[in-house]
């Protein structure tokens, strides 16, 4: 149980909120693949804190270093590391944080895991400033994946009862995703986001936060990826899905609506569209049996209200092993799912140039 | 991507719906633990199809042969295999979906991925029938949870519309969880169960099926367990729950529900129980930061309706590649949801034993 | 720590030499690979005991049942699984080694890692019969593998201090390696096999053992399988070759000979062979850099002479914390070297089928 | 087959000769572990070139930079991240090797590989110089295993045809532990240091390499780690030393000695020492049946002669495809030997501190 993850690619991610740096290694990627730095940058700043009010307003330049695995722009096969330094840590903000652990945070069971030596400055490795890595491995792979025809777009679908506009799953033209993918608060209706940045105004007005759903798709996945039991799509999203800080449900197609259906209602008729199979519906959101059916994937990640919050509330000195308030300190996101969208699409990336290369078994190259 | 799972305990599944048996190979057990066979066996019946009129009528023994791993009774150390006969096949039912695929089932992309050499009698690989082994696997390893404290049960939270009463997140009693790991058809309401039974009745009567939801709990799970990032328990959870056929989502304590609530009322405070530290409220379903807070852990998986229903369905004709209409043959459940109780607890003691002797680090014995 | 071993191809195997049955699960092979039954049948008698006097008089059918994963003759892509039963067992032979561990086997360990609760009978999970599932994956694997135009063969290189005539890493012709896999003594020089017949013979007649040397040949491998640090192809073979019960050494081409040597006498000189490159000298074993030449893969390992002897040896009586004496009863090889050549085999042919669908990333299909 | 290895304590490692920076993450180091930096640095310097003339005349101080996983000098159990600048490069001396690789080296291998987008300066990512942080991350193992009783050492064992004294296996003082792991160049026997010394000159003024052996010993090892078949405590180390650059061969206790003994002459017969069952002798280098016995660990690995040499050889333009002549340019080690001793014990490291929170199975905390 670590913060590496894959097979084919591998991922380390390290680093801690106030520490010197945060980054990763990317093992495995193709040798010969050039990387547009622009475009990693981009997907960078989507994420990175400071741009707006929904936002936390820790600013970070959040420009990753490449120490290794690109030659003259193009990867070279070898391990791709990527450092980013932090630069604006206020780690007074946190001392009391060891003794008396907010709710809602890694802080209590950190402290038992880790015996009390674990960095808790900005939440250390918990903190979600430890997503900035995965996006920046998500640009990476991204690119990589687009040049095989693979895209991949996400939206705010909700912010507490204010919801977007969901894909349509049989349907997901190339230009939806990409203006999606390259906006900081992408949603599909212009109208939902004055809702949804209202609402997260409400929260952060009130010093408190709000949850929401990230709604993810990808397009140009070639049928037959993945495999049954273990080895299935499902289990390989949801996996670092659930990685990412405050993902708390993870669904695909009709997901948890499915529950309600009857086979009927729920099963994807097949029709030939010219020479290609595809289904009328796609209420598998692109997965059945644990393989892509060559349909758009489509899946919800929900996120929590990010713990943090300026309101008093209840907790334990456990030092003092007595009941105490607290009041949390520090600068917070009223609502993360804005910034989580980048977060999303950068582990269906990594899920996705892991499972490109599965073919079913060791000899068949 | 493959149908082995685990590190410190691993899990490696195998056969095929209508070949001569299916198993699984359970390695890093414990050496020196009693099991308790009429246990086992009682398990595997909870799942056995053929128990009444909610399920496929088809009959299994479903009785595993243990070939290792086990000396008088009590476990060696050595891997654990144990196969399970399939003696109840009728495979002429199946001929015509090789080339025609059933909607909402593996048939197609599972034909793309094994490019037609797979075994499509009754599923193959792909067949509910394979959660046969990972309910075995899970009866050994609450057996031996059981003895460290840890309590499993899970009870059918909804099936279509109609509802079960859901857990108290923060107190679930030892008697509750014994009593539903025990029976066919578990429910925390005894009316609920008549209404569910009533709505399973309706899809069979209409030749359709109907989705629903699997709620599990687990008490006794000492805190610090689990990981942040890709190591976290959610994770871990997810990986093989998405492993079990028709699971469609997965949620963990206020899951979706929490992306509606804001930061003060998802929070779960902490107070001092005598000298534990517990929280008021349990929307973390006992894990945060990936890691174990000591609490009940809940978490919820979809289902989708069982895809093969008697109603003619639109599909595809992939030998004549033409557009063609299917009546699914065969005995198949109206609703997968009661038998998937039991499969999504053992499932639940898989990961846990794999996450019992998890320690921060190598040298710490 | 497993039993299970591989990344696309996994093995897991099971089984202990007295207990019911043995066997191995492979998950991840290619589908459609047809498998010849005889070819698999003749690798195991290859391996089965009570053919000649160099070996055990202990005889096994050794026909492995497959469970799964093979549908007329084919694989399907789904695991397979192969079940051997144990059927000429003499327990009694073992009884009192729970409390006096044999010198040089497993039982002193193996007591303290399961705390007395391991299978003792015939060395349990310890036993050389658990190289029958290697050899039953192996003979599978190398099918797969001989119709891409990869072959493999092995030598009885030594047996004490007699020895055979070595490969000639350069040049290795297939119809040498075909022969050589198909024999139950193979060597490269008939006069060699009397010589180390007759030294297996002296230690039989004295009640005691001998070690000895495999030499194994790959050729057909492609140029560029493999990686640098721990993805190499010598981590890889050697993690397999040292699950082999008694093994203690492996080295590839020129190995440790190559610590005499100086750079101008162990480089291997590059030269244009028609259009490809080839080199002069194999010292290098057909590896640099963890990756594969394109020259045959030529390694060695060393076993030490079976530890079970009938002369009486010093020991311990681990109940009475005693010093005392023991004699070995049971059945056993006065040299397994001849019987290791099939298991050296079955180890390549697992590391080549693991390794021939790697290519430096995710993406490159 | 990548960079990354390890299950409970995983190390990803980075980085190109020339390349801005090389490094290391290590995940799933144990909390709280207050860490020695002088000590670190002694392990670096060992390693480190440009020490005097029997390694390269390249200069690099190799001080690593910690970025992650240490607060206020302790471990937090969070990924430690260390990174080594590359200051004294000299690329232009490589640019030829693109089209003409170097006899003996990874050119040829790696160009096929990574299809020519390898870095090839210096090596790059098959550098020697990739174990720098190898070492540094045995310089953090061995100080957690060392407060756990746990010491390593190792010496150079041969180079050419010089030998040094052997480890006596059963006996192997913590002074001569501690003495041979903080010198530059490790020998038992003061009088063999000037003869290998010579035979190391004698290499460097004929433009010329020398390959060598070198001998590792580790005491305090708990008796019952590791396992049967592919678990076991060889394969674990193998894996890791055959991912250092150059080595050809391992063995472990009597290794291919093992191979012309007999079994009464390679059992090492038990005894009571007081309390404690020791061996009176220790052919099996402290392993049986994959599991420690509580005897010292004892392993050779060999390494071949540097590759790069001053001296002519024949080689090939892949690009003009024809025969060629190369003159290797550039500052080479005449013998990697006395360098690799540090490597070979942080290998040793590695797989200890991996191995040492085993225990048989999932739930024994």
Known sequence: MSSTWGDRVKISVFGESHGKAIGAVLDGLPAGEPLDFD??????SRRAPGRDRSGTPRKESDLPQILSGVLNGTTTGAPLCAVIENT????????NLRSVPRPGHADYPAALRYRGFQDVRGGGHFSGRLTAPLVFAGAVCRQILARRGVLIGAHVASVGAEKDIPFDPVCIPDEQLRRLSCVCFPVNSPEAESRIRAAIERARLTQNSVGGVVECAVTGVPAGLGGPLFGGMESAFSAVLFG???????????????AELTGAENNDAYYYDGGAVRTKTNRAGGILGGITTGMPIVFRAAFKPTPSIGLEQDSVDLNAKTNTRLRVQGRHDPCVVPRAVPVVEAAAALVLINAMNETNGGAEK
Chains 1, 2, 3, 4 share one sequence.
């Open 39 to 44: 475009e990693i940058a981009l997907q960078m």
């Open 244 to 258: 990412i800080p405050a993902c708390k449900g993870v669904e695909f197609g009709a997901g948890f609506g499915a």
């Open 88 to 95: 604006n840590t206020r780690s007074g903000d946190y001392e």
